[in-house]
């Protein structure tokens, strides 16, 4: 399988506390990989890492290598550059923005990428029809249910076709019957789009389903 991800010697430190020890890990492309592992194991560091949100301690032996680009080799208006147009986020709160509409903010990344007008419009209506809440695209995020706001937050992460979406207990927020309907739509996703997903997740259902579990335990892989 040709790989997407490949990380090398991934090491985060905060003060005297080392919340990620040494990781190598390698996602593969079209892959659905569930990182899972008790509160506190370095889950969401690893993501942020692996999602270029946040930056490994650096060694002679750290690589980050994310679709045939060494990031850790990008200075910080690049780096952004390649995380809005090749990398999608979802998080367990929406992180939508109230002030906007529900088609506004799901616009919000090609709109940052410079990108306005009809043809950005009409993809995110498209994204929003094939994720079932088309109906919804003139609503604010406050009247909007849990499971909306986060098909929404989906749309928004899908706006720039990126690669890879990483998404950081996406139904941690959600009922059972709304989580059970968005992990299904990741992998509708997967298999209609091509996207790559890597998920942090307590969810033994959605952890089940992944093509592959990474688990962490004090900061280290141990699966």
Partial sequence: MESIITAKGLTKTYGELCVLKNVDITINKGEIVAIIGPSGAGKTTLLQLLGTLITPDVSATTSLDIQNTDVLDLNAKQLANFRNQSLGFIFQFHELLDEFTGLENVMMPAMIDGRKGKEVEQRALELLTLLGVQHRVDHKPNSLSGGEQQRIAVARALMNSPA????????????????????????????????????????????????????????????
């Fill in 164 to 223: 890879i979406i990483f998404a950081d207990e996406p139904s941690g927020n959600l009922d059972t019957q709304n989580a059970e309907k968005l992990h299904e739509l990741f992998f509708k996703l997967r298999d209609e789009l091509g996207q790559t997903f890597v998920i942090v997740t307590h969810n033994k259902e959605l952890a089940k389903m992944a093509d592959r579990t990474i688990e962490l335990v004090d900061g280290e892989i141990v699966t």
